[in-house]
């Protein structure tokens, strides 16, 4: 009971920090440049931690290590797939954007880049992104707040359905007040947590067993299957298909809308490189060491974990290898990875209801203080959504994040290259692939054809859409093309 009370304190602690943060920026926003970009002032150090810190949620640090507890090496072609999509994000995708959405008539959101970007005026391309934005992040979302609720259950012995709330609770309260700048800062802060967190727990357990090299001579007992990267858990090898399934993970950072949002809100397009080379370190090193928690929890841990109980690896090493204090701290980490991610998530669903459909449909007149107060009720209702979905405790972290991850990949992804990179784009041809890529992956993920995750079929569906009816619309305009060159001219 006394080693509760302080892991207790700590997560009070680190909470109180967080909503402090958000009481102070609440104060420093004023308009809805403010609440959802941060009027584009955050440095590189800030851009890129909070891209990877709202990109590696609780799934990095619950839904990776329980896959490679599971099946060794075998998770690692995830995070290979993952390492890849950050380096071409980053390198691609970044720069071009931020300069884009500027020029876009200082575009605030994906919608609003897309409506400028191809001069719409019937509202079409505000209507249909926001509703796949809706749909997937209240998946995104639920996954978050599940993470939270096994944290809790873990640690703590809550009940799941009663710890599901206390972590969502906390998420939204600061998300709610501090908007952008709030997350943003937060996320700078969490980032660091998570990445010492990933990296200590298996390098502690790790000497604890005599080394790494004791480690492998020990998984090599247990099943010599965790150490063949090619070989699933079952024994038998791995085709081309299920391969191919885990590197897709890539190809979904280009329609990451809580991702890409981090690239519109750099200071500037110079600060780029720098960010580029902190995130991918980031990444790179936390990914290995997320592998390396669920393999080396295999050997460590004396009682297996099955099922869903394999994804609170981390959390069982942290309260088996350390002191209260230091757990406590190591465990504020996982609920820093689960506030970072879902705190975006809303945030960026908000801004696609009230900037999207609210200001679209329902009030186009409407005052900046009357969309920042429209956007922070809906981020309760997104919330109360997403919290309904995740009231089962046996759902898996990394399948909700995966089934979201593609859905958002499929429909954005295709779209966002096309319009940064062909100039022969059309609105049109945008509509087509987001609805036809988000469409693919909702069906696809129920009949589960071939076994192929839904992402590849969906970007591939969404991209050949966008080039067959754009070649088939009616050239853009003039005045779009101009800017499309203005700024494939700029150092960018």
């Known amino acids: 009971m006394t080693n509760d009370l302080v892991v207790i304190n700590m997560f009070v602690l680190y909470i109180g920090l967080m909503m402090a943060i958000g009481v102070y920026y609440y104060r420093r926003t004023r308009n809805m440049s403010d609440y959802f970009l941060g009027n584009r002032k955050l440095g590189a150090w800030v851009t890129s931690m909070s891209a990877e810190a709202s990109d590696m949620s609780g799934w990095m640090l619950m839904g990776v290590p329980g896959m490679a507890y599971l099946a060794g090496l075998n998770a690692g072609w995830i995070a290979v797939g993952i390492c890849l999509g950050t380096w071409a994000n980053w390198h691609f995708v970044a720069a071009r954007l931020r300069r884009y959405t500027e020029l876009a008539q200082n575009a605030l959101t994906l919608p609003e880049f ?31 707040f599940v993470s939270a609720g096994r944290l809790f259950e873990t640690v703590f012995g809550i009940p799941y359905q009663y710890a599901i709330f206390i972590g969502a609770g906390s998420v939204v309260f600061y998300t709610l007040v501090g908007g952008f700048l ?7 802060i969490q980032g660091v ?16 067993l005599g080394g790494f090299g004791h480690v492998v001579t020990q998984l090599e007992q247990v099943q010599a299957s965790l150490l063949q990267p090619l070989t699933k858990p079952d024994g038998t090898m791995m085709g081309a298909i299920e391969l191919i399934s885990l590197l897709a993970w890539g190809i979904g950072y280009f329609g990451q809308p809580h991702i890409l949002v981090r690239f519109m809100a750099v200071r ?17 090193l936390s990914m290995i060491a997320a592998v390396a928690v669920g393999m080396v929890g295999r050997v460590y841990l004396q009682t297996p974990l099955e099922g869903t109980a394999s994804e609170t690896v981390f959390l069982v090493l942290t309260n088996t290898m350390f002191p209260p204090v230091l757990a406590g701290l190591i465990l504020s980490a996982v609920l820093a990875a689960i506030m970072s991610t879902a705190s975006s998530q809303l945030l960026v669903a908000a801004s696609a209801f009230a900037q999207d459909f609210y200001r679209t449909l329902l009030h186009k007149q409407a005052e900046q203080v009357e969309l920042v107060w429209i956007s922070r009720a809906s981020v309760l209702v997104i919330a109360s959504l997403a919290i309904f979905i995740g009231l089962n405790p046996n759902s898996f972290i990394l399948d909700m994040v995966s089934y979201a991850w593609a859905g958002f990949g499929a429909a954005f992804g295709p779209a966002i290259l096309m319009s ?57 305009s003039a005045s779009i093309t101009e800017t499309f060159d203005a700024v494939g001219r700029s150092h960018i």
């Open 114 to 144: 897309l409506q400028n970007r191809f001069e719409d005026h019937s509202g079409i391309l505000r209507i249909v992104p926001a509703i796949f934005i809706l749909i997937f992040f209240i998946i995104y979302t639920s996954s978050g």
């Open 182 to 188: 709030a997350v943003s800062r937060t996320d700078f």
């Open 193 to 208: 947590m998570m990445f010492f967190a990933i990296l200590v727990v298996p390098i502690t357990a790790a000497m604890e």
């Open 268 to 284: 500037s397009t110079q600060e780029i490189k720098q960010a580029t080379r902190i995130a991918m370190s980031w990444v790179i």
């Open 420 to 476: 940064l990179f062909w100039r022969r784009t059309t609105r049109n041809g945008v509509v087509a692939g987001i609805i036809t890529g988000g469409l693919t992956v909702l069906i696809w993920k129920q009949f589960a054809w071939l076994g192929l995750y839904e992402i590849v079929p969906g970007f591939a569906f969404g991209l050949l859409a966008i080039w067959l009816v754009s070649l088939l619309d009616k050239a853009p």
